[in-house]
């Protein structure tokens, strides 16, 4: 399998690098490469579970699976030959064919053990020569880098992308929903604003193209028979189709190409790191709003970061919730409790700050770290809304061990008596 070319890798997870290269380094095979990488995802999933959901079974037979997780497998180990810390060697072509390389090693070169080292010695230290190395071996990287605001020579600290309502249009109406999406769409390049533009006739072409391309394939698909043909379009389906041809528009227009695919693991990838943030629910019209939330300069073995974190970002976080409350842009009312998730959107996107960071000011306001507020936070675990799949809820430990889940939240008085989370 070729390990060439520059484009973003099919990784989820950049620890998966992580687990990769400390597996080589040990001299471990293919299988217990694959086996290491399981173990992350398995992890990832069960510190993400606050609804009791994590299937152990399902995960087991994963692991007794010898094809489960090749493909994840062949890509971290494609990545760490272009990283320049694995030494190219033949990779499985299929998971069918990866039994033949079980037992298979990898040479680690000088650089790729001394970041094996470098991260075990200092984790936050080994992301960032990690990000440095990223820089120099994807330009796709550094472009969405510089797009978002987060480059010494980005035009814009943000790059917003218009979008509808995400349920899509009624059964059967696909083409007026994309004649609407694109007015909306054109209407926001003209007036601007959005870290990007292009002229109408790009918006109209490059929408309507994308769209009627993707529904061409669809059907030819469908029009196939066979045991499984593919299914309809469905509204949902044909609103992300819409989606995705906004973002690729909103890319190209900004001068740095990228499939959806691409934007989707690099916007994971940038919030990992601390150096991205985005969100779909921030306040203003609905769109994917995508932002700086550190300064990364250079790239390769000495990149110099800057991030908005600390203290003083988090007690600016907790300043900006009187204003947020009681913003008269239309995302607030005046209940008594709104969504973590739609305060943590409006805060981070009006101070260009992480979800961890909000996360941080709020877990310390709750906990009477700032007293000098004039107002407390109240949390609660009670909800009726339901919370989208793009943002995670506000967990918070305790001292037992044990986590707390809280979806809502309200501003009270000083005077009032809150209870606050046991240190």
Known sequence: MSVGGAGIPRLQELTYIESAALAVAAREPFEQIR???????????????????????????????????????????????????????????????????????????????????????????????????????HPQFEGYLRLVGARPDSASD????????????PAGDHNHYLDAFVSHVTEAVLAGGLGWT????????????????????????????GT?????????????????AAVRLAFTAAGCSMDYISHELLRRWTRFLGLANFSYYAPGP??????ATGLVEGS?????FDRNVGEQVRLAALRALPRIWSSTNGLLDDASYHPVWRIRAAVCWDLRISDEEFDAAIE??????????????????????????????????QGTGRERVFHVMSLVGARQTEEV???
């Open 421 to 423: 989370l046991a240190g």
């Open 158 to 169: 943000h790059l917003t992308i218009p979008l509808l309502r995400n349920d899509g249009p």
């Open 198 to 225: 292009t002229s109408s006739e790009a918006v109209e072409e490059g929408l309507r193209g994308y769209v009627n391309r993707a529904v061409l394939r669809s059907q030819a698909r469908a029009s196939q028979g």
């Open 286 to 291: 609905q769109a994917l709003r995508l932002w």
């Open 228 to 244: 499984a043909p593919a299914p309809p379009i469905t509204r949902k389906r044909f609103a992300i189709l819409c989606e995705e």
């Open 300 to 304: 390769g073995e000495a990149p110099g």
């Open 364 to 397: 310390a306001a709750y906990r009477g770290n700032f007293s000098e507020l004039g107002f407390r936070v109240h949390l609660d675990e009670a909800s009726n809304l339901r919370t989208p799949g793009s943002v995670r809820p506000l967990v918070l430990g």
């Open 35 to 137: 086996l290491a990488i399981l173990r992350q995802a398995e992890m990832i999933a069960l510190n993400g579970d606050h609804d009791g959901l994590f299937d152990q079974k399902k995960w087991n037979q994963r692991r007794a699976n010898s094809m489960a997780y090749v493909h994840n497998t062949v890509d971290v180990l494609k990545e760490l030959m272009r990283l320049g810390w694995v030494e190219r060697h033949v990779l499985p072509s299929t998971p069918r064919s990866a039994y033949a390389h079980a037992h298979v090693t990898y040479e680690p070169t000088a650089a790729g053990r001394a970041w094996a080292d470098l991260i075990r010695q200092d984790r936050p230290a080994g992301y960032n020569a990690l990000t440095g190395a990223l820089l120099t071996a």
